[in-house]
């Protein structure tokens, strides 16, 4: 069985104060990893697709990394308006639709 | 360009009650989902339609029927609700069934 896990469940971070979120998962084989953001009362926000191990992608201050056990999400130099809940999903090979997601890590940034 | 729509937002239904969740995508998307999130539990696939004119069970379809009514529209139906479909429903559409998948806004579904 597919499965995913996230840490923390949440993290509160000042501006500027850089850290990393972790997305460890079990896949019999994977096809894809995808992390989303989401705000309090709306649908998860694509943010990243990561296919093999090595990858990597960036977009302004999110960096996402995938090895063969865990992909990380790294936040560079915070604002608060990256706070939000991270959702990290993963594809199986074979399992065309489904999508397994883990639970989240709840990120503040305070000034 | 709306993306993915959910009607209603909001909905509070008493136990046995049936409803019908809407959702509609102008992505000309191929592939359409159904999802319950709940306090806790990652979001969780109820249903979901690969092309139209195809459904498929997903995880937890206990209790849920769905009709691909076009390529653009996908509903969600609860013919007796019970308190356990308490949850926030989210619809999603891909451009195939291998892509990475858009959400709506969300449907908060309360059941007494």
């Known amino acids: 069985e597919d499965q995913v896990t996230q840490s923390p469940e949440a993290l509160r971070l000042q501006e500027g104060e850089s850290s990393s979120l972790n997305c460890s998962y079990t896949?019999?084989?994977?096809?894809?990893l995808f992390w989303y953001r989401q705000d309090p009362g709306k649908g998860p926000e694509f943010l990243f697709t990561?296919?093999?191990a090595g990858e990597e992608k960036e977009k302004e201050r999110l960096k996402a990394t995938l090895t063969k056990k865990e992909s990380f999400l790294h936040i560079t130099a915070p604002k608060p308006e990256d706070s939000a809940t991270y959702l990290c999903?993963?594809?199986?090979?074979?399992?065309?639709?489904?999508?397994?997601f883990g639970t989240g890590t709840r990120l503040q940034v305070t000034l | 360009n709306a993306g993915v729509t959910q009607t209603p937002k909001f909905q509070v239904l008493k136990t046995g009650q049936s409803m019908t969740l809407q959702c509609a995508q102008d992505?000309?998307?191929?592939?359409m989902y159904w999802y319950r999130q709940d306090p806790g539990m990652g979001l969780r696939l109820i249903y979901y339609?690969?092309?139209?004119?195809?459904?498929d069970k997903g995880e937890v379809p206990n209790g849920y029927n769905v009709s691909r009514l076009n390529k653009r529209e996908f509903s969600l139906r609860l013919e007796s609700a019970a308190p356990s479909q308490t949850s926030v429903y989210f619809c999603?559409?891909?451009?195939?069934?291998?892509?990475?998948?858009?959400f709506g806004p969300g449907t908060r579904l309360t059941v007494l």
């Open positions: 999603a559409s891909s451009e195939v069934n291998r892509d990475t998948q858009y």
């Open positions: 896949v019999s084989g994977l096809r894809g």
């Open positions: 990561l296919y093999s």
């Open positions: 999903a993963v594809q199986a090979i074979g399992t065309a639709s489904k999508l397994t």
């Open positions: 992505m000309n998307h191929n592939s």
């Open positions: 339609s690969a092309s139209e004119g195809t459904t």
